[in-house]
């Protein structure tokens, strides 16, 4: 599966963003999709999962109440809507994708397998 992050750019601290995710070529239907950032020098990081249905999501700690991910598996997108943006959350946004029929929210790196190239989102003081 090919997946295309959008909707990164220029917002003041206190703003937000909505990031977009496509997917082509196979389904994410049955995959767990989720959304992890790298700011520079610094590791990969989770930030939102989500499951097949949409029903699951988890998040890490520090977006928790700002941050929401949600799935349209008709229109084969994952969407991260960001609130309250801060300095901090400055980053290159991935989705990604695990195998097909994954089970259990996961939130390290290593454990999707389809990546898109990322989205740039850098959050003025």
């Known amino acids: 599966v090919q997946l295309q992050a959008s909707g990164g750019g220029l917002v003041q601290a206190g703003g937000s963003l909505r990031l977009s995710c496509a997917a082509s070529?196979?389904?994410?239907?049955?995959?767990?999709m989720a959304w992890f950032r790298q700011a520079p020098a610094k590791e990969r990081e989770f930030v939102a999962g989500?499951?097949?249905?949409?029903?699951?999501?988890n998040y890490a700690d520090f977006v928790k109440g700002r941050f929401a991910i949600s799935r349209d598996n008709v229109k084969e997108t994952v969407t991260l809507q960001m609130n309250s943006l801060k300095p901090e959350d400055t980053a290159t946004y991935l989705c990604?994708?695990?195998?097909?029929?994954?089970?259990?929210?996961?939130?390290?790196?290593?454990?999707?397998?389809?990546w898109g190239q990322g989205t740039l989102v850098t959050v003025s003081s």
């Open positions: 989500i499951g097949w249905s949409g029903e699951n999501t």
């Open positions: 990604a994708a695990r195998l097909p029929f994954a089970t259990g929210l996961a939130d390290r790196a290593d454990q999707y397998s389809s």
């Open positions: 070529g196979r389904t994410i239907s049955r995959r767990l």
